[in-house]
């Protein structure tokens, strides 16, 4: 007995170094991909706090994974490789396309450099996940304010006309569609007692979609001209 207990001693020695790094590295990539989450949930975009955070834990889940299951390090590097494809999957999804207008394209990159961070915690890497993460903050949060601030974002503005006249209508529309060099997406048309209803969504930036709004509301082929919600571009 006394011959067994300095190996096992040593054995559970490094068997509580392992799984307290372990722990601690997927603890922390936990952490740092629920702060990207939270500041996503918080200008309430599609991938909020658990959305990150989990991706960030499983890309580190799967860093680890690959070390100690692979029996070298080439097979080690290529089943970490997989995280990739796996999270580029996972943004598409999040792209949505609709008459040569795309959203989500933000939301699909920050997935993708938030499995980054979780790869980097996985490997060990504490500084460099740390960096990205204030890096990738600041980018959402300063670039995002400057964006706005000088209009460069383009906004999808819905619109709802309404008047007795359908064909009328339409072509006043697109009348001042033309005008502003602007296109007419999401028709949608509807008629009841003498009534007729007009709802559409325009792509513009805001001194368009402004411009385009005082139009409609000069012309005399409306009855009424109503803003149901506006979409900024990501």
Known sequence: MNTLQPPMDTLRTEMGVVLSSTLARLTIAAILGGIIGLERLLHRKPAGLRTNMFICFGAAMFTLLSKELAGTPSDSARIAAQIIPGIGFIGAGSILHSRGSVTGLTTAATLFV???VGMAVGGGLYLTAVFA???????LAVLGRMERRLELRTV???????????????????RILEDAR???????????????RLVFSVDGDREEQDAFSMRLHESNAFGSVQTLGATEHE
């Open 114 to 116: 938030v499995a980054s």
């Open 156 to 174: 999808l503005h819905t619109y709802e006309v309404t008047g007795r006249n359908v064909e009328a209508m339409l072509r006043e529309v697109n």
């Open 133 to 139: 993460t204030v890096l990738i903050l600041l980018a």
């Open 182 to 196: 602007l296109s007419m997406q999401n028709v949608r048309l509807a008629s009841a007692e003498g009534q007729s």
